[in-house]
Each structure stands twice: as structure tokens, then as C-alpha cells.
């Protein structure tokens, strides 16, 4: 039963754009925090971003803040990553995770094995 998909990867020229999407099929969206988190080839997998349950604190790692905008869609079950003047290092598969924690903060967000539901990934190429 898949809990966590993501979609909207794709080739991007260097300075493009992309929207990843998260659906969730998932009890009680609206309970938990979600995370964007990405693996590049040869690299442990890297937290990128994380959003509370109600939208109102974002998180964002250094190398992408001010370019990646989480954001969600309770409603819709859905989470957004929309990155913006993309550069070949942000090449990898990104996923989207869910977070089962109830108190988060910017001294915890990232810890990725704390999450206990991944989605299948999807690819970002960053490449002219």
C-alpha cells in the first residue's frame, strides 16, 4: 500500500524551475510533519526541508534557503517543494517523508531517522 508518492521531477536547465509534489494517502495528514529530503549519486541522503503539520514553521537547509519554498495542501493531502534557480549540485532523487514527532524544532528538524514513512523518490536533473 503506497502511503507516499512524489511526482514533478524531471531535466532542468541550470537557473529553472520545478514543483516536487508529495500526495499522501495516509491517516490524519494534517497531525504530522513532512520533510523533502534528497540523495545525490555517491552521497548519504541530505535533508532539504521541513514544514509543521499546520503550515506555519518552515525549515530549510543552508544550501537551499532562498531558493526552495515548502509549502502543503492538508485539504489535499499533499506537500509541495518548489525550488527555483536550480544549480547542477541540487541533482538527486528527492523524496518526500513523513515525521511522526510531535515537537520539532531547528535543532532536531533534520533528523532523518526519525522519519517513518518515505515515499519512492523522483529524479531531479540539474544539467544544460
Known amino acids: 500500500q503506497v502511503q507516499l508518492s512524489e511526482s514533478g521531477g524531471g531535466l532542468v536547465q541550470p537557473g529553472g524551475s520545478l514543483r516536487l509534489i508529495c500526495t499522501a494517502s495516509?491517516?490524519?495528514?494534517?497531525?504530522?510533519?513532512f520533510h523533502w529530503v534528497r540523495q545525490a549519486p555517491g552521497k548519504e541522503r541530505e535533508w532539504v526541508s521541513g514544514?509543521?503539520?499546520?503550515?506555519?514553521?518552515?525549515y530549510y537547509a543552508d544550501n537551499v534557503k532562498g531558493r526552495f519554498t515548502i509549502s502543503r495542501d492538508n485539504a489535499a493531502k499533499k506537500s509541495y517543494l518548489d525550488m527555483q534557480d536550480l544549480k547542477p549540485e541540487d541533482t538527486a532523487v528527492y523524496y518526500c517523508?513523513?515525521?511522526?514527532?510531535?515537537?520539532?524544532?531547528?535543532?532536531?528538524?533534520?533528523?532523518?531517522?526519525?522519519?517513518?514513512?518515505w515515499g519512492q523518490g523522483t529524479q531531479v536533473t540539474v544539467s544544460s
Open positions: 514544514i509543521r503539520n499546520d503550515g506555519t514553521i518552515t
Open positions: 517523508a513523513k515525521d511522526p514527532r510531535a515537537w520539532v524544532d531547528a535543532q532536531t528538524v533534520d533528523r532523518l531517522y526519525e522519519y517513518n514513512t
Open positions: 495516509i491517516f490524519n495528514f494534517d497531525v504530522y510533519w
